[in-house]
């Protein structure tokens, strides 16, 4: 989904929403998968870097 070219809020507001209710549902995790393992990951940076 793609709204870069949209200008209206309220219209992109629109076509993102009917986008999240078309997509299909994330799965859940496995019994014995790790609770944070569907988090997006953060790269390892250099000392003094943010990390976000």
């Given at each position: 989904?793609?709204?870069?070219?949209?200008?209206?809020?309220?219209?992109?507001?629109?076509?993102?929403?009917?986008?999240r209710?078309?997509?299909?549902?994330?799965?859940?995790?496995?019994?014995g998968?790790?609770?944070?393992?569907?988090?997006?990951?953060?790269?390892?940076?250099?000392?003094?870097?943010?990390?976000?």
């Amino acid at each position: 989904m793609n709204t870069k070219n949209v200008t209206d809020k309220a219209e992109r507001k629109q076509i993102k929403r009917t986008a999240r209710k078309e997509a299909a549902p994330a799965a859940k995790r496995a019994a014995g998968v790790a609770r944070g393992s569907m988090k997006k990951k953060v790269q390892k940076m250099v000392k003094g870097q943010r990390k976000r």
